[in-house]
């Protein structure tokens, strides 16, 4: 029999991840039309392995399997086997991780789906051991059994992948919205979730909380889960009720103090094993290191705790030392695994520290005696035999026991951790996946660019801009309104998705609050109008998660829940009604976003809590957005600190030539016939810096005093399941 691929094509690939597999003996293909035409020719099923580089299991299945002549033997003469970088390609991960957890109740990576040549899912999982371990099935002899299934039972099997496809199209295409016979936006037929979807998100929040340990849910595994925190920080903002400040204190906590976070050198790992958050899965993802410190930024806003914002402040360190391009852009990942004295890879020894370890490197027995008492470092370890630091005793804790006052206790802590790193640094490094993703950095420089606002640090604001000018000379084609999603040493390629427009257009936007500078308010606007264009569906009235005029998979999804990341589709609603106010009068995107969160309201309203984004922008769309125009050639410094250091979730900070002169030239950028609502007439005065602030069209009277228009806001504050298919999944 001819196989139906005769190599191993990965090494013709950017990606990090599939150039990992390069080697294998298996004649892996990426995702495209020559793989798939080859399933379709030779009339095999494809394998299809999902991943990222990252990823521990990944590395384990492909030690085990992949790597493996006898597996490599059967992939290759009875499937077309695909290896997909999950990061690269979110849609294919979206559409088979769906059918996953809708059969089998779980999801995660490696994601592993045995495919028909048309793509339609007959049998799914995740890791598989090479033969039969502890209740889970070997691979070898579940591609041995599908094979069989394929040339024996084929009715059986099309009549099960079109069940799964038609389950799949259910839940990620389909919509519960409004009538569409006729009703639409305004027309009494619908409406956007109710106005207390966002306390029962928070009610939710309360009853899912680990008041012990900090977090979500009364068992490991522990993630962070930003939105989860903006829902909290909102309702506490609003409420006097104690209970919401104190979960979001006590999670973000546990997030700071614990193995989550990297004490050495900054930065979050991707996720704890355990419930008291000790020992974390090690990667570090580009997205948590932008997200967390956001849910932090809150947290400091709300609580005034410096804590907080010393480890935004770190954390970001973190990303400009070792997750940025020379040219601006944001790197992926950072590697779980790292090598260890023998040249083995193994996950974590990078981090990790011995009592003896820590004793030689700080060569001062009562400093190495302080470290180990405030970071847990033992004998018998937290991480097998060695230790992930976790800050488990306050300085108060540790003044009677060292004879040490607070303050003295926390400059040896710093300098002894400076020391640490230092010697970290001999080591052999994790591996770092150089790929730059679109979306990906706009959630990083949303991160750099309310640090500046909020912290009062322009370098981040500069960070900031430069990751969103790389962005745009690589990834932005000004003739044809289009995004590209991926940059790798000078390659450019895969079409933008939702989420990249989204995160991107919000960045920009963040970058223009931050900097007043109206090129960054033209780029959002830019972007928006794409979404508009590929991503809105009229008659469905809601926006979908691929392009219109992009690649055609067997079901085109939706991304309406949060996941690692926030829900593409809350983040673009949420940044269309902020735009609206600044977009010409016919742009549409307040319509777009109002009928979207009507579609999905009774989904949103089902689960607000799994929702938790697109709830934060049904709030905003009820509360109204709180416009605080400026008018200056300078954002004032004092006015920037007392804004800083307000929790205004709601805010659009609107920066104004401080001319009318000035503002027509830039309406021709623009691309505007005449001034926006927010800008209009609202010159600076007597040549001073001059506030005005709005919600729902009332407005202040023109202040250039900023204690005025605070106390004018003051006044004006706000007060789904998943189904199952009945199939077990089994291999037939």
């Not at 809350?570 to 609206?580: F, I, P, Q, R, S």
């Not at 919600?695 to 998943?722: F, N």
Request: net charge negative; proline share 5%.
């Amino acid at each position: 029999m001819t196989q139906p691929t005769e190599r191993n094509r990965l090494s013709e690939e950017q990606s990090p991840y599939l150039r990992q597999h390069a080697d294998n003996p298996v004649n892996w293909q990426p995702w495209d039309e020559q793989a798939l035409e080859a399933a379709r020719e030779h009339d095999v099923p494809i394998f299809l392995s999902v991943g990222y580089s990252a990823c521990h299991w990944c590395h384990v299945m492909e030690e085990e399997s992949f790597a493996d002549e006898e597996v490599a033997e059967v992939l290759n003469e009875n499937f077309v086997p695909i290896k997909v970088d999950r990061e690269e390609r979110p849609d294919v991960d979206s559409v088979y991780m769906t059918v996953s957890q809708l059969v089998t109740g779980r999801g995660g990576w490696p994601l592993s789906a045995w495919l028909t040549p048309e793509g339609k899912p007959f049998y799914v999982g995740t890791y598989f051991p090479k033969e039969e371990k502890r209740g889970m099935p070997g691979f070898l002899d579940l591609l041995e059994k599908t094979s069989g299934s394929w040339n024996q039972d084929r009715e059986e099997v099309e009549n099960r992948a079109e069940k799964w496809t038609a389950a799949a199209k259910d839940q990620l295409e389909e919509t519960a919205g409004p009538d569409r016979t006729g009703g639409g936006v305004g027309d009494g037929e619908s409406a956007p979730p109710s106005s207390d979807t966002l306390e029962s998100a928070a009610q939710s929040a309360l009853r899912s909380a680990d008041r012990l340990y900090g977090g979500f849910g009364s068992d490991g595994p522990k993630f962070p889960q930003p939105a989860r925190l903006h829902i909290l920080a909102r309702a506490a903002d609003r409420s006097d009720r104690d209970g919401y400040r104190e979960v979001l204190e006590e999670t973000l906590d546990a997030m700071v103090e614990g193995g989550l976070y990297d004490h050495v050198g900054g930065g979050f790992h991707r996720y704890c094993v355990d419930r008291d958050w000790t020992v974390p899965h090690f990667e570090k993802m580009l997205y948590d290191n932008a997200e967390i410190p956001r849910a932090l930024l809150a947290g400091y806003q709300l609580t005034g705790r410096e804590r907080y914002a010393d480890i935004v402040e770190e954390t970001l360190e973190f990303v400009e030392r070792e997750l940025t391009h020379d040219d601006g852009g944001f790197f992926s990942t950072l590697d779980a695994q790292s090598r260890d004295e023998d040249g083995q890879k193994e996950e974590g020894t990078f981090y990790v520290w011995t009592p003896e370890e820590v004793e030689a490197v700080l060569e001062d027995e009562d400093t190495a005696e302080l470290v180990c008492a405030g970071y847990d470092v033992t004998s018998s370890g937290n991480f097998e035999g060695a230790n992930v630091l976790n800050r488990t005793a306050t300085a108060a804790e540790l003044t009677d026991q060292f004879e040490l006052s607070e303050d003295e206790v926390e400059r040896r802590l710093e300098e002894a951790l400076e020391t640490l790193y230092d010697a970290r640094e001999q080591r052999p490094r994790p591996n770092r996946d150089e790929k730059i993703l679109a979306g990906w950095n706009g959630m990083m420089i949303s991160a750099f660019a309310e640090s500046a606002l909020v912290l009062g640090e322009d370098d981040h604001a500069e960070t900031a801009t430069d990751a969103l000018e790389f962005a745009r000379e690589t990834l932005w084609d000004e003739e044809t309104g289009r995004l590209s999603r991926r940059y790798k040493d000078g390659d450019v390629a895969i079409e933008g998705y939702l989420e990249d427009y989204a995160f991107l257009a919000r960045g920009a936007l963040h970058c223009y609050e931050a900097t007043g500078d109206l090129e960054h308010l033209a780029f959002a606007l830019e972007l928006a109008e794409t979404i508009e264009d590929e991503f809105w569906d009229a008659e469905q009235e809601t926006l979908y998660y691929t392009p219109e005029s992009g690649e055609s998979l067997v079901t085109r999804p939706q991304e309406l829940d949060d996941s690692s990341t926030p829900s593409s589709t809350g983040v673009a609603v949420e940044t269309l009604l902020a735009l609206e106010d600044v977009a010409a009068p016919d742009s549409g995107f307040g319509e777009i976003a109002a009928a979207t969160l009507e579609t999905h309201a009774a989904t949103i309203e089902s689960n607000p809590l799994q929702y938790a984004t697109l709830c934060l922008a049904a709030d905003r769309l009820e509360s109204g957005l709180l416009e605080l125009t400026v008018a200056a050639s300078e954002l004032p410094e004092a006015w920037r600190d007392r804004l800083g250091e307000r929790y205004l979730p709601d805010r659009l900070l609107a920066r104004r030539p401080s001319t009318d002169e000035e503002l027509e030239t830039w309406l021709d950028r623009l691309d505007l016939e005449e001034p926006p609502a927010i800008w209009a007439g609202r010159e600076a005065r007597d040549g001073e810096p001059t506030l005005y602030v709005c919600r729902d069209r009332a407005c202040s009277p023109p202040t250039t005093d900023i204690d005025e228009a605070l106390e004018y806001l003051e006044d004006r504050q706000p007060t789904g399941e998943i189904g199952g298919i009945d199939d077990e999944n089994v291999p037939f």
